[in-house]
């Protein structure tokens, strides 16, 4: 026996005696006459029938009948409130089993029409091959005879837009939806694509003709550099030279008068000259950065 069963037989236990023992304050308060020896409701009913109890015994049973159903109906108040709370579990328990039951078969339904939704694609995507295969041809007997030669714009077959019904789950329930399709998605796609290499392709040949004109300026520059330094280590090395001649008239100068003596070279040219050929130096080693620039 289970535990809500156990309950239900002793609440009926409790109100059979309530019952009883209502009856039998019923006849005392009619005052039946009822016999004292009685001991159980029911022999205190027969008694009370039977017209065999004194007055005064009478009402003191009474008040005594009036304590135990008190008492009965305290005990069963509690079991009734356990026995409707275990009944509603037991209610949601088996709701609980046969949503999921329900849901198992939604599920296999479910499965079913997607199942069908994707053979369904499938054969549109058959009905697409076939207009792909005889649209031209259907397009080219089109021609107007009375108009001239010109394919008609008409086509075999029209797609529109397509939505296959579809059944996802969300969370614990499900969801009937229509799942949208582009038959003609991979086209598109690839004209997508090329487009975009082509645009890619233009940027990538501007970017490419830019770094062309930069070098060709970097070049140009470079080479006005280069042209500049060369220069400049011209300009210097004429200028060594002419100190250099000044330092050999000054120094046969020198050696004609008074046979040379007391004569004394200015110090300065030298400086100049070392100074100069360290600045020749230094634009020789820029010279030959720019040419391993290149």
């Known amino acids: ?27 005392l308060t009619q005052n039946l006459p009822a016999v ?23 009402q003191g049973k009474l008040a005594d009948i009036k304590m135990a159903i008190a008492t009965l109906e305290q005990q069963l108040a509690p079991k009734i409130e356990v026995f409707q709370n275990l009944r509603m ?8 089993e046969r949503v999921q039951t329900g849901r198992v078969k939604i599920q296999a339904v479910a499965q079913k029409v997607n199942d069908l939704s994707v053979q369904l694609e499938s054969a ?9 295969e005889f649209n031209s041809d259907y397009r080219s007997s089109q021609q107007n005879p009375g108009i001239g030669a010109g394919w008609s714009h008409q ?9 296959l019904p579809s059944v996802a789950n969300q969370g614990d329930s499900f969801v009937v939806e229509s799942r949208f399709i ?18 890619v392709n233009k940027h990538r040949s501007r970017e490419q003709e830019m770094l062309k004109l930069q070098q060709q300026e970097a070049d140009a520059k470079r080479r006005f550099e280069m042209e500049q330094l060369k220069q400049e280590i011209s300009a210097k090395n004429i ?19 008074e046979g040379g003596a007391g004569f004394q ?3 300065g040219l030298d400086r100049r000259i070392g100074f100069l050929k360290g600045e020749i130096h230094d634009l020789e080693m820029k010279l030959y950065q720019l040419e391993e620039s290149k």
Do not use: C, W, Y
């Open 124 to 132: 549109f995507q058959e009905l697409k091959q076939l207009h792909k």
């Open 89 to 96: 579990e037991q209610n949601l328990q088996a709701k609980r």
């Open 155 to 163: 086509d075999l077959i029209k797609f529109g837009k397509l939505a």
């Open 182 to 199: 582009d038959l003609f998605k991979p086209e598109k796609d690839a004209v997508f694509l090329e487009r975009a290499m082509i645009s």
């Open 1 to 27: 026996m289970t535990q809500i069963q156990q309950i239900e037989s002793e609440i009926q236990a409790l109100k059979a005696e309530i019952t009883k023992l209502k009856e039998l304050e019923a006849n």
């Open 265 to 267: 070279l200015d110090p």
């Open 36 to 58: 004292v020896s009685a001991n159980s409701a029911d022999e205190l009913l027969a008694a009370a029938k039977d017209g065999r109890m004194a007055t005064a015994e009478r």
């Open 239 to 257: 200028h060594i030279r002419t100190i250099e001649r000044q330092k050999e008239e000054a120094i046969s100068s020198g050696a004609k008068l």
